[in-house]
């Protein structure tokens, strides 16, 4: 490979609170292990050189005032999201910046919502999703997905549209790839969802953060080219920063094409006079939505295909009653433990400690809304994956 995915990079003291930090309370690792961090959605891969190129250059530049969106920001998300995507017709005036897309998601949330108002989504939900609609006063509705036979996880169109009519619901969020089940919709699904959004009148907020992380033998389809209606009633929310490791930096953008919504999501977030793009950001995007941006990635997703399938293999053929839906996209597995739980008659707080204690920092996936589970980050160099399931292997799940 032309680009390196292999050095274990020294993280500690920079400012990354993925190795700094431990999420499980009261959880510790035993002197003798190293930490390998796998748990927040955050990859410990250097990024592409393009992207430090573009900063550095800026900042020899010795002044930081007020400065104006440059054109070649837009062109980059314009060209990225046909190269990548097959957007087509997307101009300038659909793309506004946001501070994150959970920031979009107030502020859509906001525009076409009041406090108290049920809200739709499917579980297991990210936790993201949870915080910033209690934290705004909405009610969730819950949609569960639900492994067919062969443990892929399906939408229940059903349910969603008893849900919704039940609950009175005109808006709902949409996560595509789906966090944190790691599934891919394909064009089919998409488009059935979409029809029960438009039979209820929804206003839809498509969370498609993870649409460049898509594992071999898939594809993303963007919510808004299933139909004309999809277009003009989604208010979809994209950024560079899962793809290329840039959440440090701050920077999403929406794409919204009916100047009905979009109108209202930009008077919404502009309200708090703060959602405004760091200029280092913006120079971060154009390095990352580059001709080596898209080569990087190419790679990047051949290196999660063989992890995430090394680790579902590995669990399939070495830990007895856990259970995991392979993902088709993210870098994330969500583990079902509840059958290995009941079996060592422990519970999930115990297994987690237990990961943690040999090293392993993985996420409660509990919080994710659904129980009994585990959420782990597979975007490691392969030799630092390899470790953890040893680790996994010998001291937990078979100690």
């Not at 005109?170 to 029809?195: D, L, Q, Y």
């Not at 760091?278 to 898209?294: D, K, T």
């Not at 008659?345 to 585990?374: C, M, N, S, Y």
């Amino acid at each position: 490979m032309k680009y390196d995915f292999t050095t274990i990079l020294d993280r500690h003291g920079k400012d990354a609170i993925a190795v700094d930090k431990i999420p499980i309370p009261g959880a510790s690792v035993d002197e003798g292990f190293s930490r390998i961090p796998m748990w927040i959605a955050d990859m410990n891969f250097a990024t592409v050189p393009t992207i430090q190129e573009e900063i550095t250059k800026r900042v020899q530049h010795p002044a930081f005032g007020y400065y104006d969106t440059r054109e070649e920001y837009y062109d980059a998300i314009i060209s990225w999201q046909k190269d990548r995507h097959g957007v087509e017709g997307l101009t300038e005036e659909a793309i506004g910046y946001e501070n994150g897309v959970l920031g979009c998601l107030a502020s859509a949330l906001q525009a076409f919502t009041a406090p108290g108002e049920p809200v739709l989504l499917h579980s297991p939900t990210y936790v993201g999703f949870t915080g910033t609609l209690e934290g705004n006063g909405r009610k969730m509705i819950l949609s569960p997905l639900k492994p067919d036979e062969n443990g892929i996880y399906r939408m229940d169109y059903e349910d969603m549209d008893r849900q919704i009519k039940e609950n009175h619901i005109h808006f709902c969020v949409f996560c595509s790839p789906h966090n944190p089940t790691g599934r891919v919709w394909e064009r089919g699904e998409i488009e059935k969802a979409m029809e029960v959004y438009r039979a209820n009148d929804c206003v839809v907020f498509s969370d498609e953060i993870w649409s460049d992380l898509i594992l071999e033998g898939h594809e993303h389809v963007p919510t808004q080219s299933v139909s004309e209606d999809a277009r003009q009633r989604t208010i979809a929310a994209y950024a560079p920063s899962k793809t290329f490791n840039l959440a440090g930096l701050i920077g999403s953008y929406h794409i919204i094409y009916n100047p009905y919504l979009r109108d209202r999501v930009v008077k919404q977030s502009q309200l708090s006079h703060y959602n405004s793009m760091n200029v280092l950001s913006m120079y971060a995007l154009m390095g990352a939505y580059s001709p080596e941006g898209r080569e990087w990635v190419d790679e990047l997703d051949q290196v999660l295909t063989q992890n995430v399938n090394y680790g579902c293999d590995y669990i399939a053929k070495h830990f007895e009653g856990v259970k995991v839906s392979r993902p088709q996209g993210t870098y994330m597995l969500y583990l079902d433990c509840g059958d290995w739980c009941r079996a060592h008659h422990t519970d999930i707080d115990t297994l987690l400690k237990e990961g943690v204690r040999v090293g392993v920092i993985w996420q409660d996936g509990v919080a994710f809304k659904k129980p009994d589970t585990i959420r782990m980050n597979l975007a490691v160099p392969f030799s630092m994956l390899t470790d953890a399931f040893d680790r996994l292997d010998r001291y937990v799940f078979n100690a």
